[in-house]
């Protein structure tokens, strides 16, 4: 049974305009809630992350965006370029931070 | 300062072979992990090891060992692989075990025949 889910495998947008990317979770002992980035023949890179006891966190171009109560997060870019295009992981981490990851959304940003 | 480094990049081995996958991080990191990612889906975990000189299982970690070598490497044994093993394998480090922050390698592509 899927902890953490991604339910969009891709999503395309235009240069400039705003990407939203999605995540749904189960467990509501999670305590820390990350988003990773990963090129082709590359391992994931960590892009942002939020405590359990925040609702939002942003960093330049990305904000992420918690909802407790209905276990969803939420990864905006905004700006979108096309240098964002590649497939984005949810993660989800308790305890001894072993992470459970979502089965990520391909992005395209198209010129 | 390379981060964390996987040795080697692709393996093709017959069922049955046995290998060792390297991990090494300069990053003086004391967590380590071990991870397989399969088509389609997301990183699962296979083994982890919270500060040199232990080792745990994650999710998947039957026809797999791994070794704690010392802080910098950690590596992941297959002792008799299986076609169910072909898989992209990446290897990861953090400060300590509640840094969800992790980093990862560039990833082993293994394929079992």
């Known amino acids: 049974d899927q902890q953490v889910k991604q339910n969009s495998p891709s999503l395309s947008v235009q240069e400039g305009r705003i990407s939203i990317l999605n995540c749904d979770y189960t467990n509501s002992m999670f305590d820390y809630f990350l988003w990773y980035k990963k090129y082709p023949a590359e391992g994931p890179t960590f892009l942002i992350s939020?405590?359990?006891?925040?609702d939002k966190n942003e960093d330049g171009r990305f904000t992420v965006f918690l909802n407790k109560s209905a276990k969803h997060l939420s990864l905006h870019i905004v700006p979108s370029q096309p240098g964002d295009s590649a497939v984005y992981f949810c993660a989800a981490g308790q305890g001894q931070g072993n992470l459970i990851f979502g089965k990520g959304t391909k992005l395209s940003v198209k010129p | 300062n390379a981060g964390v480094t996987q040795t080697p990049k692709f393996q093709v081995l017959k069922t049955g072979q046995s290998m060792t996958l390297q991990c090494a991080q300069d990053?003086?990191?004391?967590?380590m992990y071990w991870y397989r990612q399969d088509p389609g889906m997301g990183l699962r975990l296979i083994y982890y090891s919270a500060s040199e000189g232990t080792t745990d299982k994650g999710e998947v970690p039957n026809g797999y060992n791994v070794s704690r070598l010392n802080k910098r490497e950690f590596s992941l044994r297959l002792e008799s692989a299986a076609p169910s093993q072909t898989s992209v394998y990446f290897c990861?480090?953090?400060?300590?075990?509640?840094?969800?922050?992790?980093?990862f390698g560039p990833g082993t592509r293994l394929t079992v025949t």
């Open positions: 939020i405590s359990s006891i925040k």
């Open positions: 990861a480090s953090s400060v300590v075990p509640t840094s969800y922050e992790q980093y």
């Open positions: 990053m003086n990191h004391n967590s």
